[in-house]
């Protein structure tokens, strides 16, 4: 049984850090493409970051510069970075498995974590 379950969500002041952490079991982890995802109050889910197996990183426009993805295979986890953040980064962060191992935007991703709720105050 696949599990993603992520952490390190909460309140940070506009400019501020915050490091998520997404930690699976269940799966290859090595062999699987990583994604970041965020979803505000009624807006859509967006992509926000990728991690490709064999390291390839992709960012949204909204996040580049600002946020880094990295991956430690050992631990089977995968993290977020969030560095100079703004009121408009809050929303639930959903890190989510792509199978394929391209961990792109468009990949289909088989699994999901729960979410963590991040919220930026101005």
């Known amino acids: 049984q696949v599990q993603l379950v992520e952490s390190g969500g909460g309140l940070v002041q506009a400019g501020g850090s915050l490091r998520l952490s997404c930690a699976a079991s269940?799966?290859?982890?090595?062999?699987?493409?990583m994604g970041w995802f965020r979803q505000a109050p009624g807006k859509e889910r967006e992509f926000v970051a990728g991690?490709?197996?064999?390291?390839?990183?992709y960012y949204a426009d909204s996040v580049k510069g600002r946020f880094t993805i990295s991956r430690d295979n050992a631990k089977s986890t995968v993290y977020l970075r969030m560095n100079s953040v703004k009121p408009e980064d809050t929303a639930v962060y959903y890190c989510?498995?792509?199978?394929?191992?391209?961990?792109?935007?468009?990949?289909?991703?088989?699994?999901w974590g729960q979410g963590t709720q991040v919220t930026v105050s101005s």
């Open positions: 989510a498995a792509d199978s394929s191992g391209r961990g792109t935007w468009y990949s289909s991703y088989a699994y």
């Open positions: 269940g799966l290859t982890f090595s062999t699987y493409g």
């Open positions: 991690l490709r197996c064999g390291g390839n990183t």
